[in-house]
């Protein structure tokens, strides 16, 4: 899962990405609102943590764009303590929930696995695929309770795939979702990423969909 953090406020946004990328997702910075709102207005994020205090373009502006440009990723406002407005201004914007300043990393990752697992229509914290199971509190992949090993990469991509069951995903999609902007990319290592997670869980469930990309899914259909 691949999440934009828009802050101005350099240690803040330091605990921010090390806090998210210690949680398994890849972060893309960004320290003003004109930077955050291109960002956000031109590379796929599963999330977006947007300060609403920012310099050239304020949040509520850059949500506000967001929104108007049809970008439905859920975004989680940071708003400064007390401050009911910036909160109503925020969630009228666009915004999907807020945290207030000062908060805990913890309240802050649970409110992110909230937003992303809803953007994907799921309720509940623990994701099921056939006997794969992914538990989105503990970042921790069973299969038939039997708990399975992944590097980070292979985690992001399970990950991925796990919260987009029974749609087809490229390789460029996996590719843009499980690396950040900077990374020099190569859509072709995905396929040997992919057979190591096969490798490992043991069991069929993320499908070759030829000439598109994959599928999982946990009901058995022709790979071709
Ligand atoms: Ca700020």
Request: hydrophobic content about 40%; glycine content about 8%; aromatic content about 6%.
């Amino acid at each position: 899962m691949r999440v934009l953090v828009v802050e101005d406020d350099p240690d803040l946004l330091r605990q921010l990405t090390t806090g998210l990328e210690e949680a398994g997702y890849v972060i893309d910075q960004a320290t003003d609102g004109e930077e955050g709102h291109f960002l956000g207005d031109t590379e796929p994020y599963d999330a977006v943590v947007l300060d609403l205090g920012l310099p050239i373009i304020d949040g509520v502006s850059v949500l506000e764009r967001w929104r108007a440009a049809g970008h439905q990723m859920p975004v989680l406002i940071l708003t400064a303590r007390d401050s009911w407005s910036d909160k109503v201004q925020g969630l009228d914007a666009g915004a999907d929930d807020y945290l207030a300043k000062p908060f805990k990393m913890e309240e802050l990752l649970a409110r992110l696995r909230a937003l992303i697992r809803r953007a994907s229509g799921l309720a509940s914290p623990e994701i099921e695929c056939g006997p794969v199971r992914l538990d989105t509190r503990s970042s921790k992949f069973t299969v038939d309770g039997r708990a399975v090993r992944l590097t980070a990469l292979e985690f992001k991509l399970l990950s991925y795939l796990m919260h987009h069951q029974g749609e087809v995903i490229s390789r460029t999609e996996l590719t843009e979702h499980i690396y950040d902007q900077d990374f020099d990319r190569d859509s072709n290592t995905i396929e040997v990423f992919v057979n190591r997670v096969r490798k490992k869980l043991g069991v069929t469930v993320i499908h070759t969909i030829r000439g598109m990309g994959y599928r999982l899914a946990a009901q058995a259909e022709d790979d071709q």
